[in-house]
């Protein structure tokens, strides 16, 4: 029944989107970014944590605190409120809650197949993934040696198996194939989240389309800039370009042939949107850079999210913008911690 969600939303959806805009309005603001960035010493940093809703989270972290155990504790936090969403949905909302976790999963995946190619050992790779995509079995990834292996005797159990389809190759798995593998995942996710999206209808579409249209955009800018100067083929190139954005499918045409940033520059221009974010970028030092931009434009799409109800757009914004603050905590932090005050106020702040 799209495009009546209303009507019946509520019936099992209710709670939690009520839930969810609860916890949004404990995001940090740009008040307490402020205050954070004045902290000398992270013990500082830790009491003004607590004066906000992350409370005493690290309370219970004995000797001087570090900045891995403050990531690691920021993560664990939101994945005890996501696993709380996800385990009271009801269906279609649980497999969109699914669906958000996919992404972290092909990054675990990734991970640990070029930890494992670079002799890294596993006990150390695995407490860098990130815990929102972990799977059962996510360690034995390390014995794969070609994609088919992998998928065969590792994740044909897993969700990760649809989006598979195109990666199958007996090519050893070397820094460029992984790449290659990473990228051709990601597409199959995006475009299938994507279609997931469209088939719920109603506002969830109509927020959901901009979000992933513009994630599937950024991926294509992304991996043509990072083609330069590599083996990558432009057809090759082409072909792992997500097809669900603005950019499709004259604008992916024309990356596909671009051959050095200021081409990329030039597609953009096309896009009022992705025009005013390359404008925001510079090249000098201390200047905003294309990631930093990219985000700060996902920050406007995920907050606007929240500008209408009945939808299941406000549990992506909200693990998207509280990924957003953890990033900008961590980088308060690390500036704190190196006494390298210029660039502590280069974080993108939310509200």
Known sequence: MPGYSEFYFNVNHGYLEGLVRGFKAGILTSADYVNLAQCETLEDLKLHLQTTDYGNFLANEPGPLTISTIDDKLKTKLLTEFHYFRNHAFEPLATFLNFITYSYMIDNVILLITGTLHQRPIAELVPKCHPLGSFEQMEAVSIASNPTELFNAILVDTPLAAFFQDCLSENDLDEMNIEIMRNKLYKSYLEAFYKFCEKQGGTTAEIMRPILEFEADRRAFIITINSFGTELSKDDREKLYPTCGKLYPEGLHLLAN?????????????????????????????????????????????????????????????VKLKEQECRNIVWIAECISQRHRTKINNYIPIF
């Open 258 to 318: 671009a051959d050095d940033y200021e081409q990329v520059k030039c597609v953009a221009d096309y896009y009022a949107e992705y025009k005013a974010v390359f404008e925001g970028v510079g090249s000098d030092a201390g200047e905003k850079t294309l990631e930093d931009a990219f985000f700060e434009h996902e920050v406007k799409l995920n907050v606007l999210a929240f500008n209408n109800q009945f939808h299941f757009g406000v549990f992506y914004a909200y």
